[in-house]
């Protein structure tokens, strides 16, 4: 999800110390960028790796680029998907800024960074980080994140990808009708072919196919963990060897044909006018796209404050059963997991308005509609002693939806798995990504909460995940100097790596024990987990 403000917005950087780099050879297509020879990155933008998904190709699943002849420029910022809001603003404040990138139907593309010497030709092989965006599967773009804010880092130890798929009504229409005749889920579907492109490509860039770590923020994170439990766990070729996840998004996941997506989809047709045709998918496909939007834009505001209406389901292939049974099961893919949440996820979700009536027993009912009265008196229990009623309802929020995934993800890699927990004030959903990302703060500098500008504190943090994808080990460091004390796996003693600071602002990154009562409340989501869909 990244944050509601700043998921649709792209920038374009074309800068005076770029030059040509040599022509990288994909098969289909040849392809030359740009390489920076002051830092000596070199930067492949807006790659296509699948064929528009336009016409007979809308709702389905991702297919082969065409052949193109001549050689292509990777040198500008890509179009960006189709976007939209969770319904908390009638209007999007980012919509002016967003005209340096296009919004396309045509957007399959991603965009490579690494490490090069002066004439563009790489350093590899080096471990590969495969960035997949968030924006509650709504919105955001591959132009958004700087891989040379990654790469810089990690000490230019990695090779950057970064990929775009298809948001809202286009990536993940549900319901029978398109289980017929077209791709449910089409927008992981579309991720997973990203990453055969990188299995395929990537080491005519430098990047070690073997040595791929997938990571996400929030819906992209909530992809990571959709990847980690595709196909049983037992997707081949391998794609990944590890995972991380930053505030991984877990909302209710239901089978592709209940009640709820049955309903979306029949929405969709209502307002594409539609409902008369005779095939209903025949006439979305034909639908103008601008009709499309519309009907992406109003269904996914009316839904639930806080709430994403387009959303993955169990659609019986690719996604097997619900993602929380999997990992109970320890049907996964990958090798290891690295895991970071922030403290109070669940605030930016819930209308801080709402507090003289805010009650956790009736959120959870809002929230999850297949609850039972039983279930959520249990909520009301479980939460009483938490605060406000309104902070209880804002952890119901962020614990059901965000952390407690977590935890039940470094269950399912258990002996493989590190976790953190960014406390920063005021620790909200999606303030961490700053850390790692900062040309955030110059490209979105109206749109961002200054940073805790401690060098030592930024280094720890952000050197974390870079450590991690470069040797699985967050202890194993990219720059010895970090102040992150010994790291151990989540599993011994239930412990966390906590980056805080003091009210003097003094820098905290210590090993703190997961709190038991969070870990109870976590097994009472777990348990529930066929009444919330996940």
Not at 335 to 343: C, H, P, R
Not at 384 to 392: S, V
Request: charged share 15%; net charge negative.
């Amino acid at each position: 999800m990244l944050s509601r403000a700043r998921t649709c917005a792209a920038i374009l950087f074309i800068l005076p110390w770029a030059m040509a780099t040599p022509v990288i050879d994909l098969g289909y297509a040849q392809y030359q960028g740009t390489v920076n020879t002051t830092t000596n990155i070199t930067t492949f933008l807006g790659i296509r790796y699948a064929a528009p998904p336009v016409g007979n190709l809308r709702f389905r699943a991702p297919q082969s680029p065409p052949d193109v002849t001549g050689v292509q420029q990777a040198t500008t910022q890509p179009n960006q998907c189709f976007q939209a809001g969770d319904g908390t603003s009638a209007t999007n404040p980012l919509k002016p800024r967003a005209v340096d990138v296009l919004t396309s139907e045509d957007c399959l593309f991603l965009s490579v960074y690494y490490p090069s010497d002066g004439g563009g030709r790489p350093n590899g092989p080096l471990p590969v980080i495969v960035w997949i965006h968030g924006g509650g599967y709504l919105a955001g773009s591959a132009s958004m994140y700087r891989g040379t804010d990654l790469m810089a880092q990690s000490n230019q130890g990695v090779v950057v990808v970064t990929i775009q798929y298809r948001l809202g009504v286009f990536g993940f229409l549900p319901g029978v009708e398109v289980k017929k005749n077209g791709a449910l889920n089409a927008g992981l579907l579309d991720q997973d072919f990203a990453l055969r492109w990188v299995n395929k490509h990537i080491s005519k860039f430098g990047g070690d196919p073997s040595k791929v770590v997938i990571w996400g923020q929030s819906a992209g994170a909530g992809s990571v963990l959709q990847h980690i439990v595709a196909n049983n766990g037992q997707t081949k070729p391998q794609l990944f060897r590890s995972a991380i996840t930053s505030s991984a998004f877990l909302p209710s996941q239901y089978q592709y044909n209940d009640r709820i997506p049955e309903l979306v989809y029949s929405e969709v047709v209502a307002q594409t006018n539609c409902s008369a045709a005779a095939d209903s998918l025949t006439c979305l496909r034909a639908a103008d796209v601008n009709a499309l939007e519309n009907a992406n834009i109003n269904i996914s505001g009316a839904g639930f404050y806080g709430t994403y209406t387009f959303v993955p389901v169990v659609d019986g292939e690719f996604i097997t059963q619900r993602p929380t049974l999997s990992l109970a099961q320890g049907k996964v893919n990958g090798e290891a997991l690295l895991s970071v949440t922030n403290a109070f996820e669940g605030r930016s979700f819930v209308n801080q308005s709402t507090a003289a009536t805010a009650n956790a027993t009736e959120y959870a009912l809002d929230l999850f509609p297949n609850l039972g009265s039983a279930q959520a008196e249990e909520v009301g229990i479980l939460y009483a002693g938490l605060g406000t009623p309104l902070f209880q309802t804002n952890a119901v929020q962020g614990e059901s939806i965000l952390i407690c995934p977590t935890y039940f993800l470094l269950h399912a890699f258990a002996g493989r798995s590190f976790k953190g927990e960014f406390a920063i004030p005021p620790a909200v959903h999606a303030l961490d990504v700053e850390y790692y990302f900062p040309s955030l703060l110059t490209d979105f500098p109206d749109l961002t909460i200054p940073i805790f500008n401690n060098t030592a504190f930024v280094d720890a943090f952000a050197q974390t995940f870079t450590s991690f994808a470069i040797s699985l080990d967050p202890n194993i460091k990219v720059d010895p100097r970090s102040i992150t004390p010994k790291w151990n796996k989540w599993d011994v003693g239930q412990t966390e790596m906590l980056f805080n600071k003091t009210d003097t602002d003094a820098p905290v990154v210590r090993p703190v024990k997961t709190d038991d009562a969070l870990l109870e409340r976590c097994r009472f989501w777990q348990r529930v987990g066929d009444l919330t869909a996940q």
